[in-house]
């Protein structure tokens, strides 16, 4: 069946980094764009990034410029490099096939915590 497990997420301070990691099973991970996906306390889950399976990369306005978001099909793994983190950052981290809209609407993974404090 298909699953996602996230890792790599923690507590770091303003302006520092930390790199996602996704490994995910149960589909044929090279054919399809994934992305990371967010959702802060008592908010919606929003798009982050996304990788096509030609490599191209897409990020929200937010994103773009700090975040970078890559694949290894080999491994059947997507990695989210976060420089410069911002408190607004901080939010419960998520991988999934699909774009904007993920596609896999039910099988999510428990995701990893993404915490931005001083």
């Known amino acids: 069946q298909v699953q996602f497990v996230e890792s790599g997420g923690g507590l770091v301070q303003p302006g520092g980094s930390l790199r996602l990691s996704c490994t995910a099973s149960?589909?044929?991970?090279?054919?399809?764009?994934m992305s990371w996906y967010r959702q802060a306390t008592g908010n919606e889950r929003e798009w982050v990034a996304t990788?096509?399976?030609?490599?191209?990369?897409d990020y929200t306005d937010a994103a773009k410029g700090r975040f970078a978001i890559s694949r290894d099909n080999a491994e059947n793994t997507v990695s989210l490099q976060m420089n410069s983190l911002k408190p607004e950052d901080t939010a419960l981290y998520f991988c999934?096939?699909?774009?904007?809209?993920?596609?896999?609407?039910?099988?999510w993974g428990q995701g990893t915590q993404v915490t931005v404090s001083s």
């Open positions: 999934n096939a699909g774009h904007v809209i993920p596609y896999f609407q039910i099988q």
């Open positions: 990788i096509s399976r030609e490599n191209k990369t």
């Open positions: 149960g589909f044929s991970f090279s054919t399809w764009a």
